[in-house]
């Protein structure tokens, strides 16, 4: 299994930004997946999670109306578009699924949002 995070970067409040995991070496349609971050300090934190039907769910309050998750099956890849980012966002976001029993992670992606 590996998954790999790109899309993150430095960018000001109020800014955009849309991440990518692309994943391997599982059945990609038939996984659950979701994003986690974890900001400087703090422990690891549920973004979001996507259904292999393509429901979301499980946003957190503080990220609700902001953020999106989706899914391309083809493309075994999944996206978490980030709108109106603020400061407390900083973090490093990580891909993960639960495949042959364990837990999945990629590397994670840095997202800092400052001005």
């Known amino acids: 299994v590996q998954l790999v995070e790109s899309g993150g970067g430095l960018v000001q409040p109020g800014e955009s930004l849309r991440l990518s995991c692309v994943a391997s070496?599982?059945?990609?349609?038939?996984?659950?997946m979701r994003w986690y971050r974890q900001a400087p300090g703090k422990g690891r934190e549920l973004v979001s999670m996507?259904?292999?039907?393509?429901?979301?769910?499980n946003y957190p309050h503080s990220v609700k109306g902001r953020f999106t998750i989706s899914r391309d099956n083809a493309k075994n890849t999944v996206y978490l578009q980030m709108n109106s980012l603020k400061p407390e966002d900083t973090a490093v976001y990580y891909c993960?699924?639960?495949?042959?029993?364990?837990?999945?992670w990629g590397q994670g992606t840095q997202v800092t949002v400052s001005s």
């Open positions: 993960n699924t639960w495949w042959d029993s364990r837990d999945h």
């Open positions: 996507i259904t292999i039907l393509g429901e979301p769910a």
């Open positions: 070496g599982f059945t990609f349609s038939n996984s659950i």
